[in-house]
């Protein structure tokens, strides 16, 4: 794990990058749409979550941006630390600029995640980090930023460390206020565009609005629930909602053994848009408490990933 100190000079990544856009005979593009229309083409090999309800069907593609959208407190952001430890997997660079907390506890539920326990050994401790280096990084502050500073440090991260995949999270650390919907609508064309240009996959964490009058947390919600300018999931590659099952956990509170409830999946994860992808829809998702790790069912023994092992 490598930190990216706020004191690295990013004033070169501020411009705007000159965009290459022409016009172009629409036979130019005859072998692509062969290749794409292909019944014996080879399956998207585009990295994605390790989970197994979702190999093969959601797909995280360079030049995209992915909003992870849900109410607050529903685990998005534990979501997203998984999902970069499964990318890192695939030999994918990732950073991560969690503005909201300090990058040592970042890395701290990231190691529990990776080890699969509450209370991993130091020595595994060390070996996760030993093998982050090259394929994890961290942005070493909290608080706002500006929206030119959040695309300078993508820029930065793509050109200097070859970057493949950021994490921002989250959307109203950039973009702090509901009101300044022209502000919105601007950073996410830019960050779309920013994508396309670099070949980054920017992975954006969003807060849904809170159900109004007698409204509940107790359904999913939608991409149109997202808090701000329907431009963030308009213009986005793929929206997925994560939620979570409030009402297990209450009734868990209440009874420990409560069979019925420990039998309810802890939340589902909804791709709610897959522009580039066939699938749509949701799975059921299982959190382990002691190891933070999402998982496909309850039964199944939370492991190591296999760069902690031996």
């Known amino acids: 794990m490598d930190l990216i100190p706020d004191s690295d000079n990013l004033n070169d990544y501020l411009g705007e990058s000159e965009f290459l856009a022409s016009v172009r005979s629409a036979s130019d593009f005859s072998e692509q749409v062969k290749a794409d229309l292909d019944p014996h083409k080879p399956q998207d090999s ?9 190999r093969r069907l959601l797909h995280f593609r360079p030049g995209e941006v992915t909003v992870w959208a849900g109410y607050n407190g529903h685990r998005k952001s534990m979501m997203t630390s998984q999902a970069a ?27 529990r995640q990776a080890c699969g326990a509450e209370h991993p050994t130091p020595a595994m401790i060390d070996k996760f980090h030993s093998w982050t ?3 994890l990084w961290l ?4 608080g706002r930023i ?30 702090s206020s509901e009101e300044h919907l022209d502000e919105q609508k601007q950073f996410s064309t830019d960050l779309c565009r920013l994508a396309q240009e670099t070949g980054l996959h920017v992975h ?17 919600p ?15 590659a793929n929206t997925l909602i994560v939620w979570m099952n409030k009402k297990k956990f209450a009734k868990l509170d209440s009874n420990p053994n409560d069979i019925e409830a420990l039998n309810e999946p802890c939340g589902i994860l909804r791709c709610d848009k897959q522009r580039n992808g066939a699938w749509e829809g949701s799975v059921q998702i299982w959190h382990d408490q002691a190891s933070l790790r999402f998982c496909d069912d309850r039964t199944s023994a939370v492991e190591p990933y296999r760069f902690t092992m031996g």
């Open 46 to 54: 585009a990295p994605g979550l390790l989970l197994r309800k979702t």
């Open 85 to 111: 430890i499964d990318l890192a997997t695939q030999g994918e660079r990732v950073l991560i600029a969690s503005l909201e907390m300090l990058p040592w506890r970042t890395m701290s539920r990231i190691t």
């Open 133 to 135: 280096a090259g394929k």
């Open 139 to 142: 942005f070493d502050y909290v």
């Open 146 to 175: 500006a929206p030119a500073r959040a695309l300078a440090l993508c820029r930065y991260f793509s050109d200097v460390h070859r970057g493949t995949h950021v994490v921002l999270d989250s959307w109203m650390m950039v973009c």
């Open 204 to 220: 954006v964490v969003a807060h849904c609005r809170k159900p109004s009058g007698t409204g509940s947390e107790d359904k999913p």
């Open 222 to 236: 939608t991409r149109y629930d997202i808090r701000g300018s329907g431009a963030i999931s308009d213009q986005a």
